[in-house]
């Protein structure tokens, strides 16, 4: 388990030692390739240009308006309520959505999507997240036949048109893109949200800080992802290595605890504490390196807004006595539930 | 004060535009246009906290006006 900022910094550029080939931990029997998140250089560029062309940030900021409209049909759901369960109806929802429909995959599908997910990332189970990862995958190769048929303006169509390395992409390489972003986009943004809603539930003063000075949202949005960095990738290792005064031996499997980087007192002063005035914010909650999280730009984007939305709609929310917050561990942690209170006068 | 930038070790973060839209282009891709400029006066604080906003440590600053180039040596 690698807990501290250097040595995750050292760590994620020398891949040619920590291989991302495989990550899951506990290790699962069926673990199929989905580019380039399990690649290695000099494949990992190869397979990533794509991918960073179609989420980068000017073309996320295209989607803007679509997200903000989201947000705001969400939040104004729920805004005479008084309460609500900010994951499953808000969190849950807008980037999943978002994200299906930047993918073209199915709308009528979201809840079903969403079940695979949580057993794939919250199960301790090897052989439910394994099944998880074959359902998932089935559902993925139905679409991109169908794109292959008839291309629509989306992203499974666009990558169907891409070359890899300058000739056209591969049936399996579509399975393999596919697999990656449908996972990778479902459970990270939603926790982000939550985390970030979390802590504003119980710090008002934060939240009128924010209402008094929207502008103050970007930094604010930094410090929380510091702060709640939640994802921790997996490792192994390629050759016997010997690196932070351990010895690393070939195929030992490796945990990137990125949450305790963020939060390593060498790095950060008094790490546990939120503080939107810190200097220093630079946070690897989307990692660093070459495996930089390539949905990051988006990410960023609907945290904003939702912030932004949350934060001019709802008047001044709290935790919810009655619905405590629900959460799970895992290779992403997250949240199952968030229940919050506000005044509907 | 002068900005150099080792630039195909970018991956896109885009933290330094995010801090400092003037100072820091970037291309289509979302990756630094640029391997360095020199530092318009007035705008040093601006292009030292883009420096140091990037989480890859690949943006250098050199003659800091403040005494203290980044990063720092290790």
């Known amino acids: 388990m690698l807990a501290g900022h250097p040595e995750l910094f050292e760590a994620v550029r020398t891949p040619e030692v920590f291989s991302s080939e495989k990550q899951g931990l506990p290790p699962t029997s069926y673990e199929p390739k989905q580019v380039p998140i399990n690649s290695d250089p000099p494949e990992h560029e190869i397979y990533r240009l794509p991918l960073s062309k179609a989420f980068s940030p000017k073309a996320m900021l295209a989607l803007q308006d679509d997200i903000r409209q989201l947000a705001v049909e969400l939040i104004e759901k729920v805004r005479q309520e008084g309460r609500c369960d900010f994951a499953t109806e808000i969190a849950e929802p807008l980037p999943v959505s978002i994200f299906m429909k930047l993918m073209g995959l199915p709308l009528e599908m979201l809840g079903e999507y969403r079940v695979w997910v949580n057993e794939l990332l919250a199960s301790g189970v090897p052989e439910v997240r394994g099944e998880a990862l074959r359902k998932i995958g089935l559902g993925m190769s139905s679409i991109i036949k169908a794109r292959m048929d008839q291309r629509r303006d989306d992203l499974i169509s666009r990558l169907l048109d891409t070359e890899i390395d300058g000739r056209a992409v591969t049936f399996e390489e579509m399975q393999s893109y596919c697999l990656l972003l449908f996972i990778a986009g479902l459970d990270t943004v939603m926790n982000g949200m939550c985390f970030g809603i979390r802590h504003l539930a119980k710090d008002k003063a934060l939240q009128a800080k924010l209402r008094a000075d929207p502008a103050l949202i970007p930094e604010a949005m930094e410090e929380l992802l510091r702060r709640y960095t939640f994802t921790m990738p997996g490792r192994i290792v390629a050759r016997d290595h010997e690196a932070f005064g351990v010895q690393f031996k070939k195929n030992d499997r490796v945990l990137l605890m990125l949450p305790a980087g963020d939060l390593d007192p060498r790095e950060f002063e008094n790490p546990l504490v939120f503080d939107l005035d810190r200097e220093n914010k630079v946070h690897i909650a989307f990692n660093s390196g070459p495996h930089r999280c390539v949905g990051s730009h988006l990410a960023r984007l609907e945290l904003k807004i939702l912030y932004q939305e949350m934060l001019s709609r709802i008047p001044t929310f709290s935790l919810d006595p009655e619905r405590p917050a629900q959460t799970h561990g895992g290779h992403v942690i997250g949240f199952d539930s968030l229940g919050l209170v506000w005044d509907r006068s | ?74």
Not at chain 2, 20 to 27: E, G, T
Not at chain 2, 43 to 51: F, K, L, M, N, W
Not at chain 2, 52 to 74: F, H, L, M, Q
């Open chain 2, 1 to 74: 004060m002068k900005i150099i930038i080792d630039r195909q070790a970018c991956v896109g973060h885009a933290r330094c535009q995010a801090v400092a839209p003037d100072l820091y282009p970037l291309d289509d891709n979302g990756y630094i246009d640029t391997d360095g400029f020199t530092v318009p006066e007035g705008e040093e604080p601006s292009a030292r906290r883009g420096a140091r906003a990037c989480p890859e440590r690949i943006i250098r600053t050199v003659n800091d006006p403040s005494g203290k180039d980044w990063p720092p040596k290790a």
